[in-house]
Structures are given as structure tokens and as C-alpha cells.
């Protein structure tokens, strides 16, 4: 344990070991964790036992927890758990753990203060989003301020979030006939406290959400508060006196954005906007119309739109591509424990030695984006996917046809054919609609903070071989169409010197990484392959886990990339950018999100970048030569 801290060293709940302290707090200190079971670093915050505690401050800290649990959401902090520790006594909440700096300090390095009014609006407009989606499940924030939103620094961007929901409560359905009267003690940061709550009036609501949020746009614009008093009651006087200064006396603001700000910090709550207004007459200025020129065309909806910096997808897809050309890999992988070891890995090159040959690109009809867009895709294996399929179906059907196709050479078709407006495709389906012109990649998934994976060529651990010697083997893949459980794997063996289909005496599909698991383990054939994540000399597979019987041979050097929405390049470029905006606006809405999530089976999406696709089409025209096809 640290000597400076005494908790640093401990473990909690049997599960999480604090690293170092991050931060202190009126409510506790944060740490830096470890979650032994998994390796995952987390933030957890402490509410560290004493004699003196009072319910009120566990009731508030427990409260944080399950409010901010409540609202799912991109751009407010994930709460992963809450506890209390069997040995100290001590309350914990467990959290995402956030890299970056929060919006006062980001204010405070600015020149003079505050943000461009174009910036302000993107930053803040996912924070709006965020807080939209709390007053629908009837949650109040309460100290929206800029110590309150975090800038954290994810892959694709900056991301905005929300944080400390310590001073939220539940909106009460109905409110009471009665006057609301005067309370002792309001909480809150004051100099963004909406002026009923600053006041002291009882019964609050979403609105005192809409004025601090509208204060927060007001300090980053022009870099000072609605209304500067040392104190609260000097900040009550002042709001007693009238309107705080015009927003455009202070800075140069568009009168679009001042007239925003000011109908969300009018005094009177009554003539206050709500956050659905707020969010709308944001989303209709012409700074949001220029920041979307600026960056990918995307959807409003922030899950995905803070996934990309403002302006980020250009600067993102360059890096990617510099990043490849420069043959340093795939430099995503987070660091994590061991779930296999594969010592030494033998790191298989499976990547093209030339690039692909020009196609000729056949003419495709294009065709107009209709009102009730078409959405392709294939049932999912997993029940709990095919389920928020089923859902986000159903609800979307007014504006949305999705359509389950039979196999992925009837999505590719649809795509071609001008069927399609967009497509849910794994990377093989789409880098064959891409050899004849038919789709574009639009958005990718992320999982786990990574947007490809790599691939295990796998056998048994009795068996004494390594690749080059994999003459007469039997080999069990997923199918055609899986990159990481059949096409990757052929190549690879191929960069080996080793020809599959003249060397294995059996070939087998077998559908799934877990059945190649199963007919290795079986005896049923002796070599597969499986989708992975590598960590240094570390293989990460579920289907590895428990499963001491196999061994690695060899691990792809080349990353392939992962699942992706694509359109149909019967669309233009800007038709194609609007269908995903939609889509996204659509599917994505805060009561969607979870089955959304369960559907694409990772983190957020990220803006796709045709770069990483480049050798997985160059490995499939290499097949059709081969072929004669």
C-alpha cells in the first residue's frame, strides 16, 4: 500500500485493486482500478467510511450510481458497478475511466477564455443530446457546469461527457398544485445555478438543466458567466434585478446562437425552452450546418457523431492510411491480461505482395434517396441480436424497411442492383461489393476500443507441427465469407509456402469459430483458424478460454478490419452521407440504443476508412485469378 495513500493497494469488493488516487471530491475520491477478473482499468469512486457520516451523503452517492445507470447513453459517463466492501465498510461506484480534461480546463487554456462559436456548438450539442435523453427517463442533472462535462480523448476524436450525477434526482410526474416555497441549502455550482434553484425553490425540474446548460454555451462563447457575484446571495440579488448581459455586448455571436442562449437562461422558467427544443434549434443553425461540411456527414445522433472529431474523419482516415503505409501495423490494441499465451507467436504475413489490379467498374444506375430508406442485412446468429433486430424493426418501420436477406451474396446483389440504400456487411461481403463498384463503407463497429482483429491459426497441443507442415492435415473453416475463419487463414498459409487446396487432404465449414473450436478438439480435423486480438506475445479468443488442449502456430501480421454500415454507390455522395444520418438518427434514439448496441455487438461505430479494406480486396482478386473465375 502507498504510504501517502491508504487505500492505494487495496482490494475492494474481491475485485478491483486501486492503482493510484485521480482526484478528490465533495463526495469521495477517485481511483485508478484495476478489475482483476478482466484486466479492464476503470475509475472508481470511493466514499471512504467515517464516523460522521451522514445518510443524506450515502443516499446522495448511492443515488449518482443508479441515476446515471439509468440513462444509457454515449456521452454520459458508464457505470459498470456499485458496491460496498465487506471488509472497510466503504460504498464504491465503479465507472468508464476517462482520459482527457474536463471543459473548465480546456476554457481556461484557451485564448481569452472560450471556444469559436462553431466548436462551442459541436462540442456541446452531444451534451445536450446526452441530457435530452436523462429528462426523458425523468432524470434531472442539477449541476450541468463545465467541471461537469469531460473532454475525453477516445479513438475518432474528442468525445464530450457527462459526468457527476451526484446532485441529480427523479422529475416528479406530476407536479403539486401548491406554491412551491423556499428551501435552506441549495446545492449546486452557483454561478451556473438556474435562478430557482438558486433561490431554493422546492420542486425542480428538467428546465434548471436547460438554463445551466444554456450558462455553460454563455461561458464558452464569451468567456465569463450569465451573472459574476461573489456568493449566493449576491447572485440572488442579481437575479432579482433582471436579466443578465446580452450575450453579443460581450463577444461576437451569431444571432442565432445568442437568441438560443437567451431563451434558455431566461429568468422565467415558463418562456424557458426545453432540452428537446434546445437540442433542435441547435441542431437547425447554420454552426452545425458548417461543423457537418466540415466532418463526415454524419447523424446527429451522438453516439455516433462524438465518436468523430469535428472534422476529424479526413485526419482520421490520413492517419489510418500513413499509419498502414508505413507498415507499423494495427496500433490499437489496448493493453489487457493474457488469455492465451502463445509463445513464441510466429506473426504470418497474409497481406498481398502487390496491389490490387484496376477493375473496371461496371455503370450502375443511381438512383435517388426515397423517403422510407431500405436497410439489408442478414439474421443474426445470436438470440439476444436477432431479438434487437426484431425490435428496432418494428419501431422503425414507418421509416425504415429492413430487409433479412438470405445469404450475403443476396445482400451484395441488392446493393448492386440499386435494391439497397444501405447495408449491414462483414468485411468479405463488402470488399466483393466493392470489387464491382457496388457499395462504400460509411460507418465500421468498434469493439473494445479496437476497429480490427487479428487471426490464430490453431491445432491441437499434442500434435507437433507448425505451419510449414500442415501437409495432410484436415482443416475445419466458418465459410466462404468469413475473412478471419477462411480466406485470412488460406493466405497466410500461402506467405508459408504452403498451397491449402493441394496440401490439406480435407476441407471442412463448419459455421462458427466455436464449431472450428469443437472439430479440432473432436479429433475431427487438425487445424482451423479463429478471429483474435494480439497483445505483444498475447492471443485474446473466447474460444480460447478454457481450453488448454490447443496451441497458436501463427498469428496474422496484417489486421483486417471489422463489420460495417455501407451504401449503395447507386447513391451519390451526398445521398449516401444523408441515408446513414438518417438511419442513425432513427435507429439510434435513446430507446433504441440498447437494442442498437446488441445488434452491432460493439462499443460505438467510427467513421470507416477504405484504406484498411485495400489487401483484403487484393486477396480476393488474387483467388478469382487463381481460379480462372
Known amino acids: 500500500m502507498s504510504e501517502l495513500d491508504p487505500w492505494v493497494g487495496r482490494v475492494l469488493g474481491d475485485s478491483y485493486r486501486l492503482d493510484f488516487l485521480l482526484a478528490r471530491g465533495g463526495m469521495g475520491r477517485v481511483y485508478q482500478a484495476t478489475e482483476l477478473s478482466s484486466g479492464r482499468l476503470v475509475a472508481l469512486k470511493l466514499l471512504e467510511p467515517t464516523p460522521d457520516e451522514s445518510r443524506g451523503r450515502v443516499r446522495r452517492f448511492l443515488r449518482e450510481a443508479r441515476t446515471a445507470a439509468m440513462v444509457e447513453h454515449p456521452n454520459i459517463v458508464a457505470i459498470y458497478e456499485t458496491g460496498e466492501d465487506a471488509t472497510t465498510g466503504a460504498l464504491f461506484i465503479v465507472q468508464e475511466l476517462l482520459r482527457g480534461r474536463d471543459l473548465r480546463r480546456e476554457l481556461e487554456a484557451r485564448p481569452e477564455g472560450r471556444l469559436p462559436a ?50 441529480s434526482k427523479l422529475m416528479p410526474r406530476k407536479r403539486p398544485d401548491a406554491e412551491s416555497a423556499p428551501r435552506r441549502g441549495p446545492m449546486g455550482t452557483f454561478a451556473f445555478m438556474a435562478p430557482e434553484q438558486a433561490l431554493g425553490v422546492v420542486e425542480l425540474d428538467g428546465r434548471v438543466d436547460v438554463w445551466s446548460f444554456g450558462a455553460v454555451l454563455y461561458r464558452c462563447v464569451t468567456g465569463t458567466v450569465p451573472y459574476i457575484a461573489p456568493d449566493l446571495a449576491s447572485l440572488a440579488r442579481s437575479i432579482s434585478n433582471g436579466p443578465p448581459v446580452p450575450v453579443d455586448e460581450r463577444a461576437d455571436v451569431p444571432t442565432e446562437l445568442a437568441t438560443i442562449i437567451h431563451r434558455a437562461i431566461d429568468p422565467d422558467r415558463e418562456r424557458r425552452s426545453t432540452m428537446r427544443e434546445l437540442v433542435h434549434a441547435l441542431r437547425e443553425t447554420e454552426l452545425y450546418a458548417r461543423s457537418r461540411e466540415q466532418a463526415f456527414a454524419g447523424p446527429p445522433s451522438s453516439m455516433f457523431r462524438s465518436s468523430l472529431d469535428v472534422g476529424g474523419l479526413a485526419r482520421a482516415a490520413r492517419a489510418a492510411e500513413a499509419s498502414m503505409l508505413a507498415g507499423d501495423g494495427d496500433s490499437e490494441e489496448p493493453e489487457g491480461p493474457p488469455s492465451f499465451r502463445a509463445s513464441p507467436v510466429l506473426r504470418l504475413p497474409w497481406a498481398p505482395s502487390r496491389p490490387a489490379a484496376p477493375i473496371d467498374v461496371p455503370t450502375v444506375r ?25 425490435e428496432i424493426a418494428r419501431r422503425v418501420r414507418p421509416f425504415v424497411k429492413i430487409l433479412v436477406m438470405p445469404g450475403w451474396p443476396q445482400l451484395v446483389d441488392g446493393l448492386a442492383e440499386g435494391d439497397l440504400d444501405l447495408a449491414w456487411m462483414i468485411p468479405v461481403a ?63 498459409m500461402r506467405g508459408a509456402g504452403l498451397e491449402p487446396d493441394d496440401a490439406l487432404i480435407g476441407q471442412s465449414f463448419v459455421g462458427s469459430f466455436a464449431e472450428v473450436v469443437r472439430a479440432i478438439v473432436g479429433g475431427g480435423a487438425d487445424v482451423g483458424a479463429l478471429a483474435c486480438r494480439l497483445v505483444g506475445d498475447q492471443v485474446h479468443a473466447p474460444e480460447l478460454e478454457g481450453e488448454p488442449t490447443l496451441r497458436v502456430l501463427g498469428v496474422s501480421a496484417t489486421p483486417i478490419p471489422g463489420e460495417a454500415i455501407c451504401a449503395s454507390a447507386a447513391l451519390s455522395a451526398e445521398d449516401a452521407a444523408e441515408a446513414v444520418r438518417r438511419f442513425i438518427e432513427i435507429t439510434a434514439e435513446p430507446r433504441l440504443i440498447a437494442h442498437f448496441r446488441a445488434l452491432i455487438g460493439g462499443d460505438r461505430l467510427v467513421a470507416a476508412n477504405r484504406s484498411r479494406y485495400a489487401a483484403l480486396e487484393a486477396v480476393l482478386e488474387e483467388d478469382v485469378v487463381r481460379l480462372g473465375a
Open 118 to 167: 462553431e466548436e462551442t456548438v459541436a462540442l456541446l450539442l452531444p451534451v445536450a443530446e446526452a441530457l435530452e435523453a436523462a429528462h426523458a427517463l425523468g432524470i434531472v442533472h442539477r449541476d450541468v457546469t463545465p467541471s461537469n462535462i469531460f473532454i475525453a480523448e477516445q479513438l475518432g476524436g474528442s468525445v464530450p461527457k457527462l459526468i457527476d450525477f451526484g446532485l
Open 366 to 390: 443511381r438512383h435517388a434517396l426515397p423517403n422510407r430508406m431500405r436497410f439489408g442485412t442478414l439474421a443474426p446468429l445470436d438470440p439476444t441480436a436477432r431479438s434487437a433486430l426484431e
Open 430 to 492: 463488402y470488399a466483393r461489393a466493392a470489387r464491382i463498384g457496388a457499395a462504400r463503407p460509411m460507418l465500421t463497429v468498434e469493439r473494445d476500443g479496437r476497429r480490427s482483429q487479428s487471426v490464430a491459426i490453431v491445432t491441437r497441443s499434442d500434435q507437433e507441427l507448425d505451419v510449414r507442415a500442415l501437409a495432410g492435415q484436415r482443416a475445419a473453416w466458418v465459410d466462404p465469407w468469413s475473412a478471419a475463419g477462411y480466406l485470412i487463414p488460406r493466405r497466410m
